[in-house]
């Protein structure tokens, strides 16, 4: 019912920025909570960030607060991830998610409380 498709990543130097974007198809997007996540080989996928259903409230890993923005646009059924000040660290495939919630302002942190999941995009961040 629901396709997730990252866009937006590549091959950037230290100190640069990039902006992750998530499409998601149908007409269900305003239902979900959204979230990025990221994974690098022999690792677990982490979390990076968590937006609300209205976009009124977000949450950042330490990693990233101060760098990464997520923000929605709700009309265009997508999620971004605005990543500044990009470090060799921050290389991995970064993964948009997808959660039902019938709360307007509720966010969720962990892997395993999403439902859906895009095939992820590759970021690479070179010294």
């Known amino acids: 019912q629901v396709q997730l498709v990252e866009s937006g990543g590549g091959l950037v130097q230290a100190g640069g920025s990039l902006r992750l974007s998530c499409a998601v198809s149908?007409?269900?997007?305003?239902?979900?909570?959204m979230g990025w996540f990221r994974q690098v080989p022999g690792k677990e996928r982490e979390f990076v960030s968590a937006?609300?259903?209205?976009?009124?409230?977000?949450y950042y890993a330490d990693s990233v607060k101060g760098r990464f923005t997520i923000s929605r646009d709700n009309a265009k059924n997508t999620v971004y991830l605005q990543m500044n000040s990009l470090k060799p660290e921050d290389t991995a495939v970064y993964y948009c998610?997808?959660?039902?919630?019938?709360?307007?302002?509720?966010?969720?942190?962990?892997?395993?409380?999403?439902?859906?999941w895009g095939q992820g995009t590759q970021v690479t961040v070179s010294s």
């Open positions: 998610a997808a959660r039902i919630t019938y709360s307007s302002g509720r966010y969720y942190l962990g892997r395993y409380e999403y439902d859906d």
């Open positions: 937006i609300s259903r209205n976009g009124g409230s977000a």
């Open positions: 149908g007409r269900t997007f305003s239902s979900y909570a």
